[in-house]
């Protein structure tokens, strides 16, 4: 169904609105969304979030709000006992809005009727046939489709990083490639349409050297038009494998248009103690590359990281790097509070050096300081990339 918003139908305290990829049903607080296929995306209701994955993981995000004002967030995989009492209670609903429901509202609470707790259970081995684990993302690239061109990172020692340790970096061949397209249609089928792009993955897609990456972007677009018309990908800053500006102009025109940079932090000495390579110049001269070539760019910036006795030169460094970036009103600069690793390089380095990390409150202090600072220095938009909220 193309177009907006249908026409809404009202089954006793139960609302019904079809939109043309989801459907909304709302009872009192309580708001569920679900897709063409009748899947859970997500329930809400009163302060508690829960968003499923496209391999049934689900996330719960619950917002507190202190009597002073302070509000912040929890989050929680929920157990499989959870889930299964969650869609139980969700089965309820569904079972009750279509007794009164007619025309296409019917047809469609029968597709989400047609789902329980054990067949949606079953996306999770259907998803590890073709994915490594989805670790990250930016979060406005939640809703791509995602291309392992690549898997892990080429460099992976960044000591707060924790996403790839899982697996050994490695460029799919060719034959691979067109095996995880072919993965990847069979997976969505008819959910492909409700993706309106590509992200490369993995962690730093852009090491892969320029005509072999081109390759992959065709064999991509023969497989996943038109959601490939516009493609994404991370980007390290240090690596040999760097581009040319003609490399980036035509990797451009064959249709990557963003790419996320995780500059973490403008001072060398921060970068230096989180084993970031390259130093903060570098990536100057590498985002300024990518918006001379036409690029949008995601600056990844880490808060909090560094504990106190860094945080000044994180600050002075920071804005006076962001200050030589020639972002415009079409960038983003995320702001990520900083969560420890589970890698336990980080917190023994940092007691090494003497250094008191942040509680997370104080981080939460320090995002709040971050957003409005960076918000009057740069055209580009600021916002938060919280990597606990990450589900894909
Ligand atoms: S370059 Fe990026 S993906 Fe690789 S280890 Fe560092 S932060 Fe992680």
Redesign the pocket.
Known sequence: MAGGDRPVAMQSDITIRRQSRTLQVQQGSQFLLFDTTGRLLLTSELGRVVRRGLNHRMLEVKVHRETDGQIWRSYRDLTEQDKEAQLKAITAVIRQAYKTSAGADRDWLERVLQWSGSTLALDETAFRKVYKPVSILPPDQYHSVVVQVAEG?S????L??D??RDRPFHIKSLPELAEHLQGIRDFFGERLQDRSNVFLGD??ALVIPTTRLLTMMDLIQQNLNPMSDTMAA?M?TFSLERKSTEELREIHRRGLDVVYV?LESGADEVRNLLK?QGTASDAVEEVSKLKETGYRVGVILLVGVGGKEMGPIHVRETDRVLSQLPLTPADIVYLSPFVLPKNPAYIQQMHEMGMTPYSPEEVQQEWMGWQRRISSLVTAKVTLYSISEHIY
């Open positions: 990172c460099y992976n020692q960044c707060f990083c996403f790839y962690g730093n991370f390290d995780g970031k």
